[in-house]
């Protein structure tokens, strides 16, 4: 089988933790040189000499996605260290879900979140541009959420965010077509990325999980305690419910492990047992 990640120069923001430090060691793995790029320095570095004692190739930058400068010098790292950018993967986020009716302690993190998740991921697409355009191809892999498929109460800001990175995404793709390719990936609930910390009204999920509300809070509460049946853990079953972050690691690079004519525009991933209902 060709290898199509081995050799490539792949930028990832939000990669000190959670799916981007997983793509990241993944990535490494199958011979790709990384830069990483989290606003926290320090997790970052932690990602990126995980990889060199592995045997693997990267370097790690602080880098807040709301700042322009910072994502084009990370870009620019990328360039200076390993000739290219050839992949841009826009993962910085974060998910105050939250009502309404929360905004006197949900407004500030909205706000955040609209600079995070909207004008981060605008902020790592223009600064790949230049150097993939002028390179004469290039790959953006966004990642989105279901979230941003419809409007459910509980998730206004941030369904708001992710319908926006579906946006930009398509548009980037119809004004680059033929020398930079886009992947939107939409992951369903994982729990194990930490991004849940974000949330600010744990009522908020509600909008998401409809009808299987009751039945969800069920799981987390047998998750909790260690009672859960262990069919519900295992991803080898059908009933498994709580994706592992893994997994959505693996699609991205499946999106990357591609010829460079072949484009995989968007992936949803979900446990084949979740209870999310978008």
Partial sequence: MT?????????????GGGFGRLVAQKAAARGARVTCGDIDADAAQATADAIVAAGGTAQALAADVTQPDQVKALVQAAVSAYGAVDVMVNNAGIMPLAFFSDHPTAHAAWLKCIDINIKGVLNGMIAAHDPMIAAGRGQIVNISSIYGNFPVIGAAAYGAS?????FLSESFRLETRGRIKVTTVKPTG???TGLGAGVINREAVVGILGYNMPAYGELAA???????????????QMDYQSLAPEHIA???????????G???????????GDHFIL
Avoid: C, F, L, Y
């Fill in 3 to 15: 290898d199509h990640v081995s050799g490539k120069s792949i930028v990832i923001t939000g990669a």
């Fill in 162 to 166: 992710k319908a926006a990175v579906n």
């Fill in 190 to 192: 994982v729990p194990a």
């Fill in 222 to 236: 047998a998750m909790r305690d260690g009672s859960v049946a262990p069919e519900k853990m295992d991803a080898g």
């Fill in 250 to 260: 693996d699609a991205v690079i499946h999106a990357i492990d591609q010829p460079w």
């Fill in 262 to 272: 072949v484009s995989i525009g968007e992936v949803t991933v979900r446990a084949a």
